[in-house]
C-alpha cells in the first residue's frame, strides 16, 4: 500500500464515524461539531486527490463558513439543554425508507458507471491549476463559466438587499 | 552570494530514508520529523514573543518589565510554562465536556497548520500549494469554530458574550484581509508563497513594487491583522472590566496556555504573512545601484532575514497594541464595515488600474 492509499483509508473511516455521530448525537451544537469534522474529512479527500482548490473551498465556505453559521444561530436561539423531540414511529420509518433508498440509487450507479477500482494515484497538484480556474470563471467559450458566475453574484445581490430590508431602522 | 536552497537537505533525506524503509514509512517518518520541528519551533517562539511582550509592553508604560528571574529577567517566561503546564485542570459540572475539552485543541490546530504555511527559507517550506494564500485564509477561519464552541461549552454567560463579540470581529475582519490579499495576489499574479517569494527575491519587494496601493493594503493588513488576533486595541472578547477574560473565563492550567499559545503564534503568523506577502519573505534586502551593499545582504541566510522582517512586524503590532486605548464593539464593527473594507476595494480596484497601465515596478 502506498502511503495515500493508507491517508484514504483513515479519511474514510473518520468520515463514515464522524457522519454516524452527526446523527446519533442528542446535542445539536454536538451535532453541528461532527458535521465539521465530516466537512473537513471530505476536504483531506479533495486534498488527497491534488484538487487543493476544490478542498480549500471546502474548508473555508463549508467548514469556516456554514458551521460557523450554524454555531452562531444555536448559540443565539436555543437554550442550553435543547434536546431533539422523541422519534415517532412514522419518524423512523419514513427516514428508514429513504436512506434505504438513497444507498439503492448510490450503490445502482456505483455499479452501473464501473467507477475506476484501482488505487488511488499519487497526488498531482497539476491535474487543474489555480490559472485555468480563473480563465474558466470568466470566459464565454462552450465551457466558460461567466453566466453561472454572474448569476450567483446577482444572487448574492438580491440575499444582501433583502438582508438589509429585513435589519433596516423602521 | 549565500543563495542556500533548504530542498537539497529535503531530498538527502527522502533519499536516505527510502534507502532503509518502504517509501509510505519514510514519508511517515518525514512527516513526523516536521511535526516535531513545527511545535518545537511554536512552543520556542510563543516563549520568545511572550518575554517579548512583556518588555515592549514595559518600555511603552516607561517600566523595566521583568527583572527578577535570570539576567534581565529572560528565565520569567520559562518559570511562567512550568507553573502553567503543573496546574490542575479543572472539570467543569453541568457543561458539555466533550466540547468543552476539545474547543482548546480546535482553535490550537487551526493556528499551527496556518503556522506551517510560512516560508522560512528557499525551498523550507511544509505546506506549498498552489492555491497557498487561499488555503492559509480558509485553514484560518477554522479558529473561530473553536473560540465559539469553547464560549458554548462553558456554561457562562460571559464567555458566552465574549464568544459572539469574538465571532462577529473575526468574521468580519477576514474580509479586509482577504481583500488586501487579493490586492497583492493581483500584483504577484500567483498565489503559491514559494513563487511570491522567489518573485521578490528577483524583481524587489511587493511593497515597493506596487508602491501606493501596497502601502495602502499593507496598513490596512496590519489593522485587520491586529483584530484577527483579537489584541488591542480589539481586544473585546476578553476585556477583563466587563467580560472577566471573555471565552476563555473557565479554561484553567493548559487549557487556557493553549488560548495563550494561540493567541501569541496568531500574531507571529499575521507578521510572517505579511513579511511574506509584502516584504518579500526571504528575499534580502536588494537597493538597484548600491551593489557592494546588496552583496553584504544577500550574505545573509534567508531564514535570518525572514524571521527578522517577522519580528520587526510583531514590533510594529506591539507598538499599535500598547498605544491605543481599547474600542467599543459598535466601534470595532462600523471601523471595519463603514471604513476598511470600501477602503480596500477601492484599493483593489487602484491596484487593478495599476497593473492595467504598467504603472508598477
Redesign the interface.
Known sequence: ???HN?MFVILAVFIVLSSIATVTTK?I??AA?YL?FVL?GTAGLYFLMGY??L???Q??VY???I??LY??S???TSG?HEVLSKNTKLKIASSALLSVVGLGVFLFFLFKEQFKAAALGAPD?SVI??DRIGRFMLSTDSQGYLLPFEAVSVLLLACIVAGLLIARKR | MFDFDFKIVTEWLHALLTGVMP??AA??TESILVALAIITLYAVFAIVLIYMERKVCAAFQCRLGPMRVGPWGTLQVFGDVFKMLTKEIINLRKT?M??HN?APFLVVTASMTTFACLPWNKGAQIID???GI??F???S??G??GI??A???S?NKYS?IG??RS?AQI?SYELSIGMTMLTMICLTG??SFSEICAQQAAEGWNIFRGHIPAVIAFVIYLIAGNAECNRGPFDLPECESELTAGYHTEYSGMHFGYYYLAEYLNLFICAGMASTIFLGGWAPLVIPGLEGFNEVMACIPGAVWFVGKTFFVVFLLMWLRWTFPRLRIDQILSLEWKYLVPLSMINLVLMALVIAYGLHF
Open positions: 500500500m502506498d502511503s493508507i446535542s451544537v454536538r461539531t465539521l473537513i487543493t482548490f478542498g480549500s473551498v474548508v473555508m467548514a469556516g463558513g458551521v460557523v454555531v452562531f444555536i448559540l443565539l442550553n497538484e491549476t489555480m | 517509501e509510505w514519508i511517515l458539555d466533550f466540547l476539545l500549494f498552489n492555491v487561499f488555503f485564509l480558509a485553514i477561519s477554522l473561530v469554530v465559539l464552541l464560549g458554548w461549552s456554561n458566552l464568544a459572539m465571532g468574521i500567483t498565489m
